[in-house]
């Protein structure tokens, strides 16, 4: 992105504990700038409305000034969102994110000592999913069994394919398009290549799927072997020229077929390093990764396009203890120090890693955390203050 040294960014507080730990997670933010840049830097915040608190000010949960804002600004920090019967926060995601074409999903899964993980060494865990965010089965191209629609494609199948379905099938269309392949592959080389990544690992079924799963593994492969050739080996080169190692400063690229993947982030997660998923196994892997380190509630991720993107925690709202200073702000600042990873500020961003594994590492913790190390927890505000003392 073309980031200026003072960009405006724009915020949602969220609902539940979201203001509270929005909050706390802009603090740290701007100190972490400070502390990098001086006054060279800074970031300009301006918040927008959505959710409970846009229903209350508008009347309107996802207000129009918020769609402009957001069109022209590009960068969001969110906090999370209620869902309204009906299905709210993921239409007001799905909206930002098609208002900033953000084909991207990225979540970085990373073990913080002191979390009660289920693996024996789960300090080897250390990984980034990038999920392709706009194709696959989550286009919502599919039709009820007793829908005409699905009646004239059984027809159509039987009579023009020869393929014959039972009545009472309902059907969704899997769509796999090379440029959105090609375009997410793209991201994750570059991602990989900017963050000094060891390996990106293309996730896919194309033993069963061939030309929608098997051709995403062609299309990444294709533009890795093309587009980042000087940056990248293959497993094969590996092996046959490099007697079983990575060169040191190339990034390997590999695929696994999605099942196998799985198995292999809980039985070797040290040899995963950035995942590159289609949509739908995108989802199952991103959150059984975040299981790997024991809890979700630690981790943020974002959507991201070629011009912007939005940042969040993985986790809700939380509303038991909405207003209570108890909530543990880590997963939104997480997202922060992504966002400014995305804006090439990486000094900034590395002081926040360092100042969570180090207030993790002392046992300054909040009660979600507290009660497994067995100390007295923090609030949310003492929390973030801690790490801007670190
Ligand atoms: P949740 O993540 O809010 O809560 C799950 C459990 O984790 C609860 O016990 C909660 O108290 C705890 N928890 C979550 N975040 C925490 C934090 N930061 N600190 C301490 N404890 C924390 O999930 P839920 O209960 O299924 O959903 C609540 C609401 O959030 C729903 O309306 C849901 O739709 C919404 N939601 C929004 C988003 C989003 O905006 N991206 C994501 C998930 C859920």
Sequence with gaps: WNVPNKPIILYIEGDGIGPEITNVAIKVINKAVEKAYGSSREIRWVKVYAGEEAERVYGNRFPEETINLIT?????????????IGGGWRSINVAIRMLLDAYANVRPVKYMPGLESPLKHPERVDMVIIRENTDDLYRGIEWSWDSPEAAKLRKFLKEELKIELEDDTGIGIKPISKFKTQRVARFAFKFAIENKRRSVTIMHKGNIMKYTEGAFREWA???????????????????KLYGGKVPPGKILVNDRIADNMFQQIITRPEN??????????????????GALIGDIGVLGGANVGDTGGMFEAVHGTAPKYAGKNVANPTGIIRAGELMLRFMGWREAADLIDRAITEAINQKKVTQDLARYMGVQ??????????????
Excluded at 221 to 239: C, D, G, S
């Design 72 to 84: 022209r600004y590009r960068v969001v920090l969110k906090g999370p969102l209620e869902t309204p």
């Design 221 to 239: 492969y294709e533009v890795a072997l093309k587009e980042f050739r000087e940056y990248i080996v293959t497993e094969e080169e590996v092996n």
């Design 272 to 289: 995963y390093d950035v995942i590159l998923a289609p949509n739908l196994n995108g989802d199952y892997i991103s959150d059984a990764a």
């Design 377 to 390: 927890p923090l609030g949310t505000k003492e929390f973030g203050d801690a790490l801007i003392e670190i």
